[in-house]
């Protein structure tokens, strides 16, 4: 059996008409960049996280270059983050001029810890990113808690979890000053190429990125500071207005293969509940969860990947490439080893939980259209190698 990581050409063929008819559309008006589409794709992206104010961009990575450009930071102003996300969240803070404070994650979550937020804050803090990594909400209620008292505006990188919704019924990406999300085409809405989106509740920062988002200029020709060419193209906006109304169902379809796996790897006497974190001979997978931060309900967990731990990691992938199964390590190197951060004063501290999921975790298949014979494969395959 085969199971690719991920295969976008089985949800394109889901929506193939559509979308070839919407950007046969924007080929025939000719207007290719920003223009209809894309106020069509903002209105619908503010309805849905619940801002007032959506902005279709460049990239992921753009919007959290935006966002970091609008505070004006200069070398003296740190910006907090978790040393272990994608690479664009550290490299957007020195982009913008100041110095990232990379800080450790929470074993269970992947996510930010908040008391270690806090326990990086000095009097040179201006911002905080909080990541939503995997699909999954950082614990907004005490970040945001914690920011207002110090006076740090908070950017949610949300890349990963468009549409996912904390105990309080908040999408991420709306609690924050900012919320920057992707569309690259991996993500779980994905454009032909590369786009994003910023949201703000906040009238004044929503005028700022207008103008930002086209070399802050205005009126034409006339530039009161300096942004970018940070806009989005119409045909990228045609396609995700096709593909936004079939989000929420293909959340819930990996959300069910994440429960696949959940289950079948208990059965399979690999583990005996989700979100441990020790491994022991009863848990030898450690499996995620859909993290409680309050007695009150969970958070809903997108599932842009799922991330199980294993010891013996980098073994078991040479065994699910022989089993031809498609895996992935997010991520191999922390911030704060590579070799580009190592002048950055933080670099230098320990960061225990991130370098051990660096070396323990491993992303398994879970886009919307796997069956679930090959999820029972993927836990046969590692049943297999781990038990003997
Ligand atoms: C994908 C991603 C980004 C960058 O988005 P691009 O659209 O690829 O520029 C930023 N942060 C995280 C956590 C991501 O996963």
Request: hydrophobic share 40%.
């Amino acid at each position: 059996m085969n199971v690719p990581m991920l295969d976008l050409k089985l949800q394109y063929a889901s929506i193939a008409e559509e979308a070839e008819a919407a950007v046969l559309d924007v080929c025939r008006s000719q207007w290719c960049v920003l223009g209809p589409k894309v106020q069509e794709l903002e209105e619908t992206m503010a309805a849905y996280c619940g801002t007032n104010h959506a902005l279709g961009v460049s990239s992921g990575t753009d919007a959290l270059l935006m966002c970091l450009m609008a505070l004006e930071l200069n070398a003296q102003d740190e910006v907090i983050l978790p040393t272990y996300s994608f690479f664009a969240t550290a490299g957007a803070v020195v982009r913008a001029g100041a110095t990232p404070v990379f800080v450790d994650i929470d074993p269970v979550t992947f996510n930010m810890r908040p008391d270690a937020f806090a326990d990086a804050i000095t009097d040179n803090t201006k911002a905080v990113i909080p990541v939503h990594l995997y699909g999954q909400m950082a614990d907004m209620d005490s970040i945001m808690a914690i920011a207002e008292e110090h006076d740090i505006t908070v950017i949610e990188d949300a890349a990963q979890s468009l549409g996912a919704v904390d105990h309080k019924g908040r999408k991420a990406g709306s609690v924050g000053h900012y919320g920057c999300y992707s569309f690259y085409p991996t993500k779980n809405l994905g454009a032909f190429g590369d786009a994003g989106l910023v949201v703000t509740n906040d009238e004044s920062r929503q005028t700022h990125l207008v103008q930002m988002r086209n070399h802050g200029m205005e009126p034409r020709y006339y530039h009161d500071f300096v942004g970018g060419n940070f806009r989005i193209d119409a045909i990228q906006a045609a396609v995700l207005n096709v593909k936004a109304p079939h989000l929420d169902n293909w959340h819930a379809a990996r959300r069910n293969n994440a429960d696949i796996y959940n289950r079948a790897f208990i059965e399979a006497g690999l583990a005996t509940k989700t979100g441990e974190i020790e491994f022991s001979d009863a848990e030898r997978v450690l499996l995620p969860i859909d993290m409680h931060y309050s007695s009150q309900d969970t958070n809903t967990h997108i599932y842009n990947q799922y991330v199980i731990r294993v010891q013996h990691r980098d073994h078991l992938r040479t065994v699910l490439q022989a089993a031809g199964i498609g895996h992935d390590v997010y991520y191999p190197v922390p911030f704060h080893k590579q070799k580009c951060f190592q002048n950055i004063p933080t670099a230098k501290d320990r960061f225990p939980v991130s370098d051990d999921a660096s070396e323990t975790s491993i992303a398994l298949p879970i886009f919307p259209e796997l069956k679930e014979e090959q999820l029972l494969y993927v836990v046969e395959t590692i049943k297999k190698e781990v038990l003997g």
